[in-house]
């Protein structure tokens, strides 16, 4: 079964193909990077608009790489929400008129079960149940991954998601934007043991990532004259500080449910420090990490098309009258 | 009656209901503008003005400065808006701001100085100050014209409360 994928949640225009929830055909990603850059993150309604320019070219190139002819393709998913409104519209709406055009089954997808499901696009996936972190520019959660379309939300950010601090203190510093990697390379040539920013240890499997942004505020109003010469050495302790309770929580989580198992996914699993961190620390208490591949860390729509895939095979179909979202409640 | 009302809460916990109490009785669409430097506790009072809406619980109110906007359902729709990493705002309808403010629901502004001077004559101030390092103290200054039941709450606060 072979599947279109859309996603514009967010600054990526993504389509893909992928057959049977975990052969990718072919993975199109256009960032919109350059268009925000000026503004320190994503601006809404230039998303809209870029997404729109987009759209119909990057689908094109998904269908043309992958070898595809539309007449082979035997459903669609795209991305539903969480994610900026205006956005979403532009791939859901398209989705929805390609595939009714073409008479085909299609399906919403919610954005944070299509990163899930990017550990389904690698050799060996997990099998059910194992925990997953998902950590990204606009989420930090935890779930216990149960089937395809069953994951348990364990715990989340009240406040800032970790990617968000990684841009935050990135602009503090005078870094640029994206943060995660532009902190993740400056914290290379930083001693990250030198300065120690406190790490917020919420009850259960919570996050908070606020006052670690403010330490490092703090830490620069009270250092005026000498923080310029310590970047490396603040983005090494910062980064260390969130690496630190990433790692601890995600492995408490694992503990706690009896998994021998856990992925990592989203764009802040794209850091390498984070990769090792999880990597080392699972190995030694004999848990195996599901780590993707760096291109699929961050938005794509192969993932969304492998979540899909799962959906359209258990009979799900959305209605011409669904909508985009927002904001989900916690599941 | 006193259209500025000045008072102190004593924990996140406190500036929290206070943004409850207050959001219990905002009965008309708004603007909430928030002032406080970083770690003040903006985003926390937001916290509580959701639940006074009638934010369902399962949602996790949390930093908008990634989407800039995040909208809730409530009593009143809220729209949390975080403009700090914006170093000007020219163009209210590029971050889709227009639609927040088009007056069906209450907007919760972090970082208004980034809007253009003038762009919303009429909402609730809230001033926030104090130390980021010291949790145990927040000056909470609040300057509204219209919301009489908003108002006449501040104003009955204890002389303990208020400041």
């Known amino acids: 079964m072979k599947i279109l994928g859309i996603e514009t949640s967010c600054d990526e225009t993504a389509a893909a193909v992928v057959a049977d929830g975990e052969r990718i055909r072919s993975s199109v990603v256009s960032s919109q990077t350059d268009i925000h850059h000026p503004y320190g993150g994503v601006v809404p309604e230039l998303a809209s608009r870029k997404h729109l320019e987009m759209i119909v070219p990057v689908v094109a190139e998904a269908l043309e790489r992958s070898g595809l002819e539309p007449a082979d393709i035997d459903g669609v998913a795209v991305t539903q929400g969480p994610g900026l409104v205006g956005a979403l519209l532009v791939g859901f709406s398209f989705a929805k008129a390609w595939a009714s055009a073409r008479k085909l089954p299609w399906v919403g997808v919610d954005h944070l079960e299509g990163h899930i499901h990017s550990v389904f696009l690698e050799p060996d996936p997990p099998p059910f149940p194992f925990?997953?972190?998902?950590?990204?520019?606009?989420?930090?959660?935890?779930?216990?991954?149960?089937?395809?379309?069953?994951?348990?939300?364990?715990?989340?950010?009240?406040?800032?998601?970790?990617?968000?601090?990684?841009?935050?203190?990135?602009?503090?510093?005078?870094?640029?934007?994206?943060?995660?990697?532009?902190?993740?390379?400056?914290?290379?040539?930083?001693?990250?043991?030198?300065?120690?920013?406190?790490?917020?240890?919420?009850?259960?499997?919570?996050?908070?990532?606020?006052?670690?942004?403010?330490?490092?505020?703090?830490?620069?109003?009270?250092?005026?004259?000498?923080?310029?010469?310590?970047?490396?050495?603040?983005?090494?302790?910062?980064?260390?500080?969130?690496?630190?309770?990433?790692?601890?929580?995600?492995?408490?989580?694992?503990?706690?449910?009896?998994?021998?198992?856990?992925?990592?996914?989203?764009?802040?699993?794209?850091?390498?420090?984070?990769?090792?961190?999880?990597?080392?620390?699972?190995?030694?208490?004999?848990?195996?990490?599901?780590?993707?591949?760096?291109?699929?860390?961050?938005?794509?729509?192969?993932?969304?098309?492998?979540?899909?895939?799962?959906?359209?095979?258990?009979?799900?179909?959305?209605?011409?009258?669904?909508?985009?979202?927002?904001?989900?409640?916690?599941? | 009656m006193a259209t500025r009302v000045g008072l102190i809460t004593r924990s996140p916990e406190a500036t929290r209901a206070l943004g409850a109490a207050m959001g219990r009785r905002i009965d008309s669409p708004a603007v909430v503008a928030l002032t406080g430097d970083l770690g003040s506790g903006k985003t926390c009072l937001v916290q509580g003005l959701a639940e006074g809406l009638e934010v369902p619980p399962e949602f996790y109110i949390t930093s908008p400065s990634y989407t800039l906007i995040n909208e809730y359902p409530g009593r009143f729709p809220l729209y949390h808006i975080d403009l700090y990493r914006l170093d000007g705002v020219d163009d209210t309808a590029d971050i889709g701001l227009d639609d927040a403010l088009r007056g069906d629901g209450v907007a919760a502004i972090e970082w208004p100085d980034r809007l253009p001077d003038g762009l919303i004559a009429d909402r609730i101030e809230v001033r926030i100050s104090g130390d980021a390092g010291d949790e145990t103290w927040r000056r909470i200054e609040i300057t509204a014209q219209g919301q009489v039941r908003l108002m006449d709450y501040l104003n009955g606060l204890s002389e303990e409360e208020r400041r």
């Open chain 1, 131 to 331: 925990v997953a972190l998902l950590a990204s520019g606009g989420h930090t959660s935890l779930y216990h991954v149960e089937g395809h379309d069953r994951m348990i939300h364990m715990g989340g950010t009240r406040d800032d998601a970790a990617g968000e601090a990684f841009d935050k203190v990135a602009k503090m510093l005078g870094l640029g934007y994206p943060g995660g990697a532009i902190i993740g390379k400056t914290a290379l040539e930083g001693d990250p043991d030198r300065i120690r920013f406190p790490r917020a240890r919420l009850p259960g499997f919570d996050f908070s990532f606020s006052g670690l942004k403010t330490a490092v505020n703090r830490h620069l109003r009270d250092h005026p004259d000498r923080w310029a010469e310590e970047i490396p050495d603040i983005a090494a302790g910062f980064q260390e500080a969130v690496v630190d309770v990433l790692t601890e929580k995600l492995l408490a989580a694992a503990s706690e449910k009896s998994c021998d198992r856990l992925a990592l996914v989203g764009g802040v699993a794209a850091n390498a420090r984070l990769r090792e961190s999880v990597g080392r620390a699972a190995a030694e208490i004999g848990v195996a990490v599901h780590i993707p591949a760096i291109s699929l860390c961050g938005d794509n729509a192969a993932m969304i098309a492998a979540a899909g895939f799962h959906r359209l095979s258990a009979g799900q179909r959305s209605s011409l009258a669904a909508d985009v979202y927002s904001r989900a409640p916690i599941r």
